[in-house]
């Protein structure tokens, strides 16, 4: 079955700068890529997602690219808030399949 | 349009007892996921249902356990309990089909003592 893995597993970086949470998959037949972000106490919630028809897709502050050829895909936030503050988590799937998610990244804003 | 609702939203058992938690979709969502998250660690897959059939399953023992009924909503069993259980089960549902969002619920916090 599909293998997510995602880094790093915590992040901190400074209110303003950018922020880079990478993940890589294992079955080269996937061809969805959502993100979540999950809030403290709350449910995960989809921010962004990609196919694999598409190597980039940007919605305001965030972004994801995709590298089919490397199995590899990453979610970019720039310009960070506190608010963006939670745990990041990536995804793969492929046809008909499990959602398969990544361990997840704590990201911490400091004001 | 309701989102996807769990219950109960919190539940203490005692080791050996066994647990049920519920899960109903949105209206139209046929596929219905089951995810494990223990403090500090991510979603770990449990269980897949569509259709009401099941699709797959995670790389958890047998004493979890689940269905899906005629009106996609879900049932997770689990039978036996360990103290290890307690954790955060989450339910997401999802389009029949593939690459749509996955809608999750708020979730059953699952004690053992």
């Known amino acids: 079955g599909e293998n997510v893995e995602q880094h790093p597993s915590t992040l901190s970086v400074q209110e303003g700068d950018s922020a880079v949470i990478k993940c890589t998959y294992s079955?080269?037949?996937?061809?969805?890529f959502p993100w979540y972000k999950q809030e403290l106490g709350k449910r995960p919630q989809l921010i962004i997602d990609?196919?694999?028809?598409?190597g980039e897709k940007k919605d305001q502050r965030i972004a994801v690219t995709l590298n089919k050829t490397a199995k590899h895909f990453s979610l970019h936030i720039t310009e960070t808030q506190p608010e963006d503050s939670a745990v990041y988590f990536c995804?793969?799937?492929?046809?008909?399949?499990?959602?398969?998610f990544g361990k997840g990244t704590m990201l911490l804003v400091s004001p | 349009e309701a989102g996807v609702t769990q219950s109960p939203t919190h539940l203490i058992k005692t080791r050996g007892q066994q647990a049920t938690l519920r899960c109903s979709p949105i209206?139209?969502?046929?596929?219905v996921y089951w995810y494990q998250q223990a403090l500090g660690l991510g979603l770990q897959f449990l269980l897949w249902?569509?259709?009401?059939?099941?699709?797959n399953r995670g790389n958890f023992p047998p004493r979890f356990s689940g269905r899906q009924f005629p009106n996609y909503s879900s049932e997770l069993n689990v039978n036996a309990l360990e103290l290890e259980d307690s954790a955060l089960y989450l339910c997401?549902?999802?389009?029949?089909?593939?690459?749509?969002?996955?809608?999750f619920g708020q979730g059953t916090r699952l004690t053992v003592v």
């Open positions: 079955d080269s037949a996937s061809n969805y």
């Open positions: 995804a793969a799937s492929r046809g008909y399949s499990t959602l398969t």
């Open positions: 997401a549902c999802q389009l029949r089909g593939t690459g749509t969002e996955a809608f």
């Open positions: 990609i196919r694999s028809n598409v």
């Open positions: 249902y569509d259709e009401g059939e099941e699709r």
């Open positions: 209206s139209g969502h046929t596929s």
